[in-house]
């Protein structure tokens, strides 16, 4: 069966753009997570997700970082004016129960 | 404090078993140990869960004592694609999803 997809897979941008990364977590699943992870560290926590409603975003960085996911399955995370603190792999994981469920990750590089 | 501590890395042959462990020693009562694998350029993968004792599936074994400060990782007779970094999460969903960290997690590094 499919699992979570997230593009792109890559991504550059310079310093001051905005991206929008994008989660297709596994179908059915209420749950969706996105994580932060730098070169060489464990995942991070940022947001997550039960259906559309945002329970917990705690783990956002800053008021550049902007999660959605209007209709309770595809979600985008936002980034505006891009840093290159915020080069980092940015990780996408459903759940229907206690396992979560990653995608292969965006690495965005900030030039 | 960091919830958990895992050796930073561990060596092994292939056909070895290798046994990781995690130190948990202010594991709350309604938390849930939870392992994960990651390969390069790939996202965690779930090995395995556990509450108490022990728990066993396909791809390995988890061991609880009944203390639950620590738990141990058993995988058997490694091979080579094992190679991996290894993640031990405590915690309970119910409480909110930022309470599991990952943390630096193990390096596993299997020879021939």
């Known amino acids: 069966g499919a699992g979570v997809s997230q593009s792109p897979r890559y991504k550059v941008a310079k310093r001051g753009q905005d991206v929008a990364l994008r989660c297709d977590p596994i179908?059915?699943?209420?749950?969706l997570f996105w994580y932060q992870q730098a070169l060489g560290q464990g995942p991070e926590f940022l947001t997550y997700?039960?259906?559309?409603?945002?329970?917990?975003k705690s783990g956002l960085p800053s008021d550049r970082f902007f999660a959605e996911r209007p209709e309770g399955s595809v979600s985008t995370l936002k980034i505006q004016r891009t840093q290159q603190e915020d080069s980092a792999v940015y990780l996408c994981?459903?759940?229907?129960?206690?396992?979560?469920?990653f995608g292969p990750g965006t690495r965005l590089t900030v030039l | 404090l960091a919830k958990t501590t895992q050796p930073i890395s561990m060596d092994s042959y292939e056909g070895q078993e290798v046994n990781i462990t995690c130190s948990h020693n202010?594991?709350?009562?309604?938390?849930?140990i939870t392992w994960y694998q990651q390969f390069p350029s790939q996202g965690p993968r779930f090995i395995i869960q556990?509450?108490?004792t022990k728990v066993t599936n396909e791809v390995a074994s988890l061991f609880i004592p009944a203390d639950r400060k620590s738990s141990t990782l058993s995988l058997p007779r490694v091979s080579l694609s094992d190679t991996a970094v290894y993640y031990c999460l405590v915690g309970d969903i119910n409480s909110g999803y930022s309470t599991l960290t990952f943390g630096k997690g193990t390096m596993l590094l299997v020879s021939p």
């Open positions: 202010n594991i709350a009562t309604n938390d849930y």
């Open positions: 994981a459903s759940s229907l129960g206690r396992a979560l469920f």
């Open positions: 556990g509450y108490k």
């Open positions: 997700f039960q259906n559309e409603a945002q329970l917990d």
């Open positions: 179908s059915g699943h209420v749950s």
